[in-house]
């Protein structure tokens, strides 16, 4: 913008022109003289007043507003037709500074702060490298020839799951895969085979009905995470989410056992009849509003459910109960909720930071520096952690086993400390036959001890528990030490490079990646699905 001095000259120039625009004169000297004028009007004013021209001359009147808002704004009360500045004390001379005055804490203070977020951006951006060299980067997915593609396209949902059940059975035999390790899986062909498949086939209709909290709001930290980091990846999903439910192979229930006890249960009243109701009459209100319940009476229908009590919601409707597959974490066959083969066993995940779901994974130290056989703290309740305690606290310098870690002992070694220090790793069950520190073994490189009778393992039906953990049954608790004395170093040894290659099967990463836990979940559900396709005789 021009300012006042520059105008003063233009408008100058512009009067000499308009009066001598009709005589005959000297444009080279007129020019010259106005050029002359613009300088000194420039720089006279600006050596000679100690303040610009236009606060001397040129400012609007301004009017003192009589009150300040609490947050110290400026207010209007009227049309803002003129300026108003807030009322403040008045300053002494003294306490005027000049343009070159320095305020010594002023600067200080910005200097701290300033050096404070750059410690804290350096430590973050550390944090989030430090998490990223935790993923290793699976393979990307082969390229399906085209004509394949449109065959598979033709097919309609059912002729697709026969097809793909054909291809599992005649699996070609892998013999050596860079990414996928053959020990821990029970057929590590078959479970290729399928994968492929569920990459190249399925698509999954998520029912839009239900309203927030109890549906599509994923609950992502706590023990219970693991139903809500699903929700989450399964709507954000282009690879397998389909609009068009006549093309959907799967039918997704999106509700979370973990809201719908926030929001429907009330503390303490140990009812949990109104929960069984709400989705008693959610799954009726899906059957009426739309055909696909019916057409197979839930039995191509899936929900996931963390919680301890997600068995539980669902007992007063029967086909939600017995045709329905469900991604449990209390997968207890002995209730009679929970059916074995037909749905899957789903891995309990503590997540701390959701930001950092990878925090704290990897790193156990040498075996050889591995001072603690066998490790355990957690609260007292269910019925096998009494009577580990009895057995085994403060009965052995080898066993490491607590009620909550007392604080004197977590001040020199944590919790964490203490599980990548020891050899295994006690998972023993709580209220329910699940627990979130079999997950936390893997994480922390520690050979998981399950003590859960009746508990089926999470993805049982492909990977191969023994050789990367130990079963004990409830009955062989005083016999434990005995137990894992007598694994051999180099089973041992094989069970440990077994767990670290199992891990990045049971991470929830930032973002979705091949073989992960959210692809792995969504597998077993697959997987259940196929293995009740029946294939036509002919």
Known sequence: MIGNRELFGVVLMRELLWRCAWKKVDWRKL????VVMTIVGVLVPAYTFPHTVNMWFLSPPLAVSSYVSLNGSMQLREAPTEARVQKFPPVSAASVLS????????????????????????RKKKSKENDESKIVLPPPRSPIPPHMQRFIWSLSP???????????????????????????????SVFKRSYELMETILKVFIYPDGDKPIFHQPHLYGIYASEG???????????????????????????????????????????????????????????????????????????????????????????????????LCNADVSEGIFTAGQDVSLPETTIRSPKRPLRNVGGGVRVS??????FFAGNMHGRVRPTLLKYWHNKDDDMKIYGPLPIGISRKMTYVQHMKSSKYCICPMGYEVNSPRIVEAIYYECVPVIIA????????????????????????????????????????????ANLKTVQKHFLWNPRPLRYDLFHMILHSIWFSRLNHVQIPQS
């Not at 020019?31 to 106005?34: A, M, N, R, T, V």
């Not at 200097?111 to 977020?117: A, D, M, Y």
């Not at 520096?369 to 066998?374: F, G, N």
């Not at 005083?478 to 004395?485: A, F, G, S, T, V």
Request: overall charge positive; hydrophobic content about 40%; some cysteine.
């Open 31 to 34: 020019l010259f003289l106005g």
């Open 99 to 122: 343009p070159n005055t320095t305020v010594p804490s002023k600067n200080k203070s910005a200097k701290v702060s300033r050096t404070r977020n750059s410690v804290l951006k350096r």
């Open 158 to 188: 059912n002729d697709a799951l026969i097809y793909a059940k054909r291809e599992i059975e005649h699996a070609p035999v892998v013999i050596d895969d860079p990414y996928l390790s053959a020990p821990i899986f029970r057929n590590i």
């Open 229 to 327: 980091w699903f929700m989450k990846f399964m709507e954000a999903s282009r690879e397998f989410v389909s609009r068009d439910p006549e093309k959907a192979h799967l039918f997704y229930l999106p509700y979370s056992a973990r809201q719908l006890e926030v929001a429907v249960y009330v503390p303490n009243s140990h009812n949990l009849r109104p929960l069984s109701i709400f989705m008693r009459d959610y799954a009726n209100m899906i059957a009426a509003k739309y055909p696909y319940w019916n057409r197979t009476h839930g039995r191509d229908h899936f929900l996931v459910a963390c919680h301890d009590w997600g068995p539980y919601t669902l007992t007063m409707h029967g086909e939600l109960t017995k045709n329905t597959m469900k991604a």
């Open 369 to 374: 520096q591995r001072p603690i056989l066998a």
């Open 453 to 496: 009778d009746n508990f089926v393992l999470p993805f049982n039906e492909v990977l191969d528990w023994s050789a990367f953990s130990v079963v004990v049954a409830e009955k062989d608790i005083p016999k434990l030490k005995e137990i894992l004395l007598a694994i051999p170093l180099r089973r041992y040894l094989t069970m440990l």
